[in-house]
């Protein structure tokens, strides 16, 4: 599987970007999705992630109510729509594939096996 991360941009403080992630293959709804992000000289952190079928979501605390996750499985593509943006949402922002994730791993970085390149989103205060 191959992931193309696109959407992000500058902004102003409160408001919105969709992220899109385009995924080669014919497998893509075999597979769980996320989103991570890293903003500079910090950690790569979760942000969402969405089941194989798109009937299950899950957020870090810090995104959730503001972003949600989706996936049109026709179209192998996986969306982030990011409403209420914050300057601390500033980050390269990334999606990820895995399969078999459960809810122990699904916010874990390890359980993912592609990723994309990131795609940046600044949010100026």
């Known amino acids: 599987v191959q992931l193309q991360a696109s959407g992000g941009g500058l902004v102003q403080a409160g408001g919105s970007l969709r992220l899109s992630c385009a995924a080669s293959?014919?497998?893509?709804?075999?597979?769980?999705m996320g989103w991570f992000r890293q903003a500079p000289e910090k950690e790569r952190e979760f942000v969402a992630a969405?089941?194989?079928?798109?009937?299950?979501?899950y957020y870090a605390d810090s995104v959730k109510g503001r972003f949600t996750i989706s996936r049109d499985n026709a179209k192998n593509t996986v969306y982030l729509q990011m409403n209420s943006l914050k300057p601390e949402d500033t980050a390269v922002y990334s999606c990820?594939?895995?399969?078999?994730?459960?809810?122990?791993?699904?916010?874990?970085?390890?359980?993912?096996?592609?990723w994309g390149q990131g795609t940046e989103v600044t949010v100026s205060s």
């Open positions: 990820a594939a895995g399969r078999s994730l459960i809810q122990s791993t699904r916010a874990s970085a390890a359980a993912y096996t592609y």
């Open positions: 293959g014919r497998t893509f709804s075999s597979y769980s």
């Open positions: 969405i089941n194989w079928s798109g009937g299950s979501t």
